[in-house]
């Protein structure tokens, strides 16, 4: 086997999806892990889908991802150009399109609008398909000549015979025969002298020396045909590795005109570009050991192609988040506030320390976005229910928790050091004389000073934070509250 050679060929026609961005993922492991070359190569010859700007999207998003490419539109490697429509401009299309009609293995068509119109249709992979009946076939080579001459618009069509079967092999399908009478005689070279999605793929497949072409299962029914232009042309074929479909959690398929998430869109929802990267490679394939947490380094050590599955894969926001909170629990903690600083900033204005804000909740939100909701009571306690104070475990109740409170406030008053370590010890020395456990003490107080049941920190933890003076004001304000609906309830 020759050196192995991928390439990554999307169309600029907007963001990257998880589809695409995984078909991405698994050309450049699969390259990487023998040592090869992983190409970019901008297919852009289907000009009323293209998006301006998107182009850049690719560059951004494979760099951001780790996936660099060894050659590419900015990276020759001898066998550009690496964007089709300036591929276009060289002939090469239509050069290779014409060796085939010389070989009788593709032909002239100049069917008008209204013949193609009439003819019978067939449903395949339910979409009603046009069977092309050879018509142009039979014409003759003069027709052809003066048809060309005439400067009559025409197609350039595949010649595939109506007998017989054409097979292929797939890595992970196996080897795939398919009736020719099912395949029809598709256009290689449109009437605008574009070639079409299918034969500029081939070419630039062969005339690039790529040896692997991994691709989603949905072209598993074009294969047949790319099997007869290498075929035609006496080429060898490459290696091809038909992806899993990958749906939402309905089981439909994932389509970025659905509106299902791009790259980008993960990234903007707080999502860090390894996990994304990680949650992605597992998407259809599973690696030999029993681990989830992979680094893109450790990917391209592990990732045998092989182990792709046939069956579809479903992209489960759930574990994706959860994948998300694993990584930031791991991340060092100056990376970790850098990113998650501006989050904080946005809920919190008061004079707080961000940095032990940003401490508590590392290990308790799964994408940025969630510290919203661990520290919204850092400015304001939220309205709440007294029953909060009631924990069967804790055994606390309104009652006992206003007692509680009651006897802390003027040893809290007293308190002139604020930090976790001196609140804490006071805390336990009051436990310790009241003779309970400490949940009977520490949950009335960490309700008092947050309003929640659910806070990143313990109760000396946020009243260090909070610091003296918002404490009290924030216990006072609970005895207050118990004490007026203890009353309403009498």
């Known amino acids: 086997m020759s050196k192995v050679r991928t390439r990554y060929a999307p169309s600029p026609t907007g963001k990257m999806h998880v589809g695409n961005l995984r078909s991405a993922l698994y050309e450049f492991l699969i390259a990487k892990h023998a040592g090869g070359d992983f190409m970019l190569r901008i297919e852009d010859t289907d000009q009323e889908r293209f998006v301006e700007g998107a182009t850049e999207i690719i560059y951004r998003t494979l760099d951001k991802a780790g996936l660099l490419h060894d050659e590419g539109p900015d990276k020759d490697g001898g ?12 002939g090469i299309y239509m050069e290779y399109a014409k060796k085939l009609v010389e070989r009788g293995e593709a032909y002239y068509c100049f069917c008008e609008k209204e013949r193609l119109d009439s003819l019978k249709t067939e449903i395949v992979e339910g979409k009603e398909i046009m069977m ?19 400067g009559k618009p025409f197609v350039i069509r595949q010649n595939i015979p109506n007998e017989g079967t054409t097979t292929f092999h797939d890595e992970l399908y196996g080897d795939i025969s398919v009736e020719n009478a099912e395949l ?51 080429w060898e074929s490459p290696v ?18 659905s509106g299902h998430a791009s790259f980008e869109d993960l990234i903007e929802q707080g999502f860090l ?16 050991e029993n681990r989830e947490i992979f680094t893109l380094e450790e990917l391209i050590q592990e990732f045998d192609y092989h182990r792709i599955s046939k069956s579809p894969a479903v992209f489960d926001i759930v574990k ?23 989050y904080l900033r946005k809920e919190i204005t008061a004079d707080y320390d961000l940095k032990k804000i940003a401490a508590m909740v590392k290990t308790r939100i799964e994408i940025f976005p969630d510290i919203a909701d661990h520290v ?17 475990k804790m055994k606390t109740t309104p009652e006992t928790s206003l007692e509680v409170l009651k006897e802390l406030l003027p040893l809290f008053e007293a308190q002139e050091d604020y930090s976790n370590d001196a609140l804490y010890e006071l805390l336990c020395n009051y436990v310790k004389e009241k003779g309970c456990k400490n949940g009977y003490v520490m949950w009335p107080v960490r309700t008092a000073v947050s309003g929640k ?28 509250k118990l004490e007026t609906e203890k009353e309403v309830s009498l």
Not at 79 to 90: A, L, T
Not at 132 to 150: G, I, M, P, R
């Open 453 to 480: 049941q659910m806070t990143p920190g313990g109760a000396t933890e946020l009243m260090e934070v909070l610091g003296k003076e918002e404490s009290l004001s924030r216990i006072r304000a609970a005895i207050a």
């Open 376 to 392: 919204d009571f850092f400015m304001q306690v939220p309205e709440y229910d007294i029953s909060m104070y009631a924990h069967k």
């Open 320 to 342: 994706l988040k959860w994948m998300n909170g694993e990584y930031l629990k791991a991340m060092d903690f100056e990376e970790f506030y850098a990113l998650a600083e501006p």
């Open 240 to 257: 091809y590795i038909h992806l899993p479909l990958i749906t939402d959690e309905n089981h439909k398929k994932l389509s970025k005109r």
């Open 273 to 288: 570009t390894e996990a994304v990267i990680n949650y992605i490679a597992l998407l259809g394939w599973s690696p030999e």
């Open 132 to 150: 092309y009946d050879k018509h142009c076939l039979s014409l003759s080579q003069e027709e052809v000549e003066a048809n060309l001459a005439a």
């Open 184 to 234: 029809d005689d598709m256009i290689l070279i449109k009437s605008d002298g574009y070639p079409t999605y299918n034969f500029a793929n081939v070419v630039d497949d062969h005339t690039m020396n790529i040896t692997h072409v991994v691709r989603g299962n949905e072209y598993l029914s074009s294969a047949p045909k790319y099997q007869r232009l290498y075929d035609a042309f006496g």
């Open 79 to 90: 066998f550009g150009p690496y964007v089709q429509s300036e591929r276009m401009k060289s």
